[in-house]
């Protein structure tokens, strides 16, 4: 069964840091692109970063670009989003989700807050 | 402004049919990527209903199914059930943006 478990959200002041974690299982984790997905409260649904199989090739949207971070490490079927000058526009669920058939997490909310 | 469209809402009597549409461009559905569509209940996360070419995973009824013709996509659901009552994505890939493009959303309220 594909799984998907995203951690390390939580509350942080803006102009803070943040990383996100998801630890995957149930499929073969370096076969498939990676993507990050937020939803702002009562909002729709924002595709955020993607990842490479390999790790070379990584994209963003333009809101978060040279803010946030993508990356993964296929021995530990984790993909990683790192988060930097956060602001209160980026308060929202983060899914992590695989490419191809698309299987997503739950999802950790971090809210950016003085 | 959301890449793909569809409309805020749509509403269908139990037992009736309805048609959610998500219109796009040349640079995602109209390239022929392939599009998904997701079901949201409240304070849960998104789930796939529809994925690629009209595919149904298991556990989703055969009364969803789905389309595509030039750069619009749609997710009709026949015989509406209660439970249907939900919010649905679409989503695709967008070569412009490397990545992938979700609809603004369409709330079903059954009726």
């Known amino acids: 069964e594909v799984q998907l478990v995203e951690s390390g959200g939580g509350l942080v002041q803006p102009g803070g840091s943040l990383r996100l974690s998801c630890a995957a299982s149930?499929?073969?984790?370096?076969?498939?692109?990676m993507n990050w997905v937020r939803q702002a409260p009562n909002k729709g649904l924002e595709w955020v970063a993607s990842?490479?199989?390999?790790?070379?090739?990584?994209y963003y949207v333009d809101s978060v670009k040279g803010r946030f971070t993508i990356s993964r490490d296929n021995a530990m079927n984790s993909v990683y989003l790192q988060m930097s000058r956060l602001r209160v526009e980026d308060t929202a669920v983060y899914y992590c989700?695989?490419?191809?058939?698309?299987?997503w997490g739950q999802g950790t909310l971090v809210t950016v807050s003085s | 402004q959301s890449a793909l469209t569809q409309p805020p809402s749509v509403s269908g009597a139990l037992g009736q049919r309805v048609t959610i549409s998500c219109t796009g461009s040349?640079?995602?559905?109209?390239?022929?990527?392939?599009g998904h569509w997701y079901q949201q209940f409240p304070g849960t996360s998104p789930k796939f209903i529809m994925y690629g070419n009209g595919n149904r995973p298991s556990g989703v009824p055969d009364r969803f199914s789905a389309s595509k013709s030039g750069t619009s996509a749609s997710l009709v659901i026949t015989g509406l059930q209660a439970e249907d009552e939900a919010d649905y994505y679409c989503?695709?890939?967008?070569?412009?943006?490397?990545?992938?493009?979700f609809g603004g959303g369409t709330r079903l309220t059954v009726l």
């Open positions: 040349s640079s995602n559905i109209g390239a022929g990527y392939d």
């Open positions: 149930g499929f073969t984790f370096n076969n498939y692109w």
């Open positions: 989503q695709s890939y967008d070569s412009k943006l490397s990545g992938w493009v």
């Open positions: 990842v490479k199989q390999d790790g070379s090739e990584m």
């Open positions: 989700a695989r490419g191809g058939t698309p299987y």
